[in-house]
């Protein structure tokens, strides 16, 4: 399987791997959307159709948007739409950095791919209808970790960056 070295995964994960629950983010890290908005700002996101129509507002500024939906007569303002994982592969190949957004689904196709994850790791198992495929940490390498604690939501989190071996 190809690995694309600039196709990133960016998510926040609980320890149970949970991602969502009914189209939604699990909890509400501030520092976190600030730290997403910091590393996409300028480049492409990609993202099902169902995570587009989740945000409270798109398309996110200062970002290329590319959506995959299997409704070809699909069309969001301000988004390129296409069909397919390879579709979306063959729109970023010339992308200094691309960043898979989600869902569970997208993320499950791009994770055999992506050549790095920027993960906020949540120290604390949630109720969720949408995880993360399981990461076998022993194929990536660690390049910057930060430990941090929300006061707001009483639980201790870390923004994690890999890289694929």
């Known amino acids: ?5 600039n196709i990133s995964i960016i998510v ?6 949970a991602i969502g ?22 480049k492409t996101i990609i993202m099902g159709r169902n995570t587009l129509l989740s945000l409270p507002k798109w398309p ?17 303002k301000g988004c390129e739409v296409v069909s397919s994982i390879e579709e979306a592969v063959e729109k970023v190949k010339n992308d200094e950095e691309a960043f898979v957004i989600g869902g569970g689904m997208v993320y499950r196709q791009f994770y055999p791919l992506a050549g790095k994850l920027y993960l906020t790791w949540v120290h604390k ?3 969720a209808d949408v995880f993360f495929p399981e990461i076998d940490f022993s194929e990536w390498i660690e390049t910057n970790r930060e430990d941090h ?3 707001k939501n009483g639980f201790e ?7 694929r071996k």
């Open 21 to 42: 629950k009914n189209n939604d983010l699990l909890f509400h890290l501030p520092n976190d959307l600030k730290r997403f908005k910091q590393i996409t700002t300028g």
């Open 1 to 5: 399987m190809t690995i694309y070295n």
């Open 60 to 76: 996110l500024p200062n970002r290329r948007h590319v959506v995959i939906s299997d409704n070809l007569s699909d069309c969001f």
């Open 157 to 163: 989190y870390s923004y994690i960056n890999l890289v």
């Open 125 to 127: 198992s949630f109720d």
């Open 149 to 151: 604690y929300d006061e």
């Open 12 to 17: 926040a994960i609980a320890e149970n791997f």
